[in-house]
Every structure is written in structure tokens, then in C-alpha cells.
């Protein structure tokens, strides 16, 4: 599974190509701005797109979605607590398939109310959830506090700690990180009471 991490915008938020390289099906994680860098991309690696796939309804992940459906003829899926247009609905433990590679669903709650990480082939793409070095905001409409606690120490903290993570903003020091890493040095993954998190957040 070889992933294309396009910086865009300028809100530093990342879109990805993940692409299978035995069969050349590929999805689109987070369509934004700057659709011109996939379209390349695609156009480059002779991609067929099975999937456009956003991490949650912000308008800074989904920017993309008309736009790529247009030149992809691809379907988008999205979490099935998502109030935004999509074709295809998912829930936590679905798996997405291109290929013969495959992402498992993670319903993470908090930053939003439809967030989700998908895993697969050692790889987390986190979105908004987790940040190299932070997490997401929690002060927009559907964001918790409670909900992204429970996310991080019951979900994320329990993976693998060598999932290489690929996260829905440039915001750390580095474009890529490791969940082992980030429980180490990431500030909001460290081992707390969920009302001390809650004091934290703010």
C-alpha cells in the first residue's frame, strides 16, 4: 500500500492518495484544496480511484468531494453520523476495500461526531482525531471533550504502537509519526483520568 500525502491549502491540512500497488485501485482520503496535485498524482501512477473517503464533515476535508466525484466517477463514503452528502455509509469495524488492500474503520469520536481513523498495512491515517504532537480542537459544534478521551485511551492508545500515523493536518514537527512515538512525546496522549483531560482540553 503506497500512500501520496499532498499538503494543501492553507490550512495545512493533508489530502492522500492510497493506492494498491498490485492492482493500481487506489482511494482518496480527504479531498481539499489544490485538487490539481491529485489529479496529477493520478494521472501519473495511471490510478483507477474506487473510493473518495473523508475523515469527517469539515468543509476543510470535503472541499474536494464534487470536484474529484466529477473526474473520478468514484462514490464517497463517509462515517454514518455524518449529516453531509455521501454515497456510501460506514461504521465502526467496516473495512474498506481497493484492491487487495483493505482499511479498517475506527469511529473516534470528539473532534466531530462522524471523526474516523482508518488502519490498515501499518499505517493509521487519523484525520483530525490525533496530530503529530496534538489532537483536534474540541470546541466546534459536535466536538467532546468526553468523546476524544474515550477515543485516544480506549482506541488509539491500545493499537499498535508502530502504525505509522498519517494525520489530517501538518501542525508537528514532522509530516509522519508513529503511535509508539506520539504516546511518548504527544502531550494529550498521556496516561490520565478522563476529567483531568477534560480540565486540560479546556
Not at 73 to 101: C, M, R
Amino acid at each position: 500500500m503506497k500512500v501520496h500525502q499532498i499538503q494543501v491549502g492553507n490550512m495545512q491540512n493533508f489530502s492522500y492518495i492510497v493506492e494498491d500497488e498490485d492492482t493500481c485501485e487506489a482511494i482518496i482520503i480527504d479531498p481539499s484544496w489544490d485538487l490539481i496535485e491529485l489529479e496529477m498524482i493520478i494521472k501519473k501512477n495511471n490510478l483507477k480511484i474506487k473510493y473518495i473517503v473523508n475523515t469527517h464533515h469539515h468543509f476543510d476535508h470535503t472541499l474536494g468531494n464534487e470536484a474529484m466525484v466529477e473526474s473520478t466517477k468514484a462514490p464517497v463514503i463517509q462515517h454514518e453520523s455524518s449529516e453531509l452528502k455521501h454515497d456510501i455509509t460506514v461504521k465502526d469495524g467496516d473495512f474498506i476495500e481497493f484492491g487487495n488492500s483493505k482499511l479498517k474503520i475506527l469511529h473516534t469520536p470528539g473532534h466531530s461526531q462522524d471523526s474516523i481513523c482508518l488502519v490498515g498495512d501499518g499505517k493509521i491515517f487519523s484525520g483530525d482525531t490525533l496530530f503529530v504532537g496534538n489532537c483536534g480542537r474540541i470546541d466546534l459544534p459536535g466536538g467532546s471533550a468526553k468523546d476524544l478521551y474515550h477515543s485516544l485511551f480506549d482506541v488509539l492508545y491500545n493499537l499498535d504502537e508502530n502504525l505509522v500515523m498519517y494525520s489530517g493536518h501538518n501542525y508537528g514537527h514532522s509530516e509522519t509519526s508513529t503511535l509508539g512515538q506520539e504516546k511518548i512525546t504527544n502531550h494529550v496522549m498521556q496516561k490520565r483520568t478522563e476529567q483531568q483531560f477534560i480540565d486540560v482540553m479546556g
